[in-house]
């Protein structure tokens, strides 16, 4: 029972701390849409790049989801080793998703704030934008590793 506990444990290490990312990185992109759009009626732009770093929210779900459906390891039979990794995987996409979440928010915030300056940054920015949501993949991709070594 110990190890199902340890498993859950980094189940919700992952949808917290992603989730707590794209809160805080939705929410710095948000605030400079806010104030861009006092300047410059841009929303369709701003909501882009201000609903990007949600993403990151939504890969811990898919690792939870990796996990408990795809090799549906979080049943009462999950051997030490197994809870581990669901652990380790578990606290690293959680990590990682804070991070890129917060850091995409601040480089979207930027090009919100350059578009409200009349710069025409809109699909740059994106391009951009994707730089810190690669790593949540990529970490995403190791729980899938993780998950598939079972």
Known sequence: MSSLILAYLGVALMIGLAGIGSAFGVTIAGNAAVGALKKVDKF?????????????GLYGFAGYY????????????????????????????GIVGLFSAIRQGQVCANGIAGIA????????????????????????????LMGSAF
């Open 44 to 56: 369709g732009n701003f909501i882009v790049l201000t609903a990007m770093p949600g993403t990151q």
């Open 66 to 93: 990796i996990f408990a459906n795809m090799f549906g390891v979080l049943t009462p039979d999950i051997t030490p080793i197994q809870a581990c990794s669901v652990f380790g995987g578990g606290l690293a996409l």
């Open 117 to 144: 300056q009349g710069h025409d940054v809109f699909s740059k920015t994106l391009i951009l934008a994707v730089f810190p949501e690669l790593y949540a993949i990529v970490a995403l991709a190791g729980v899938f």
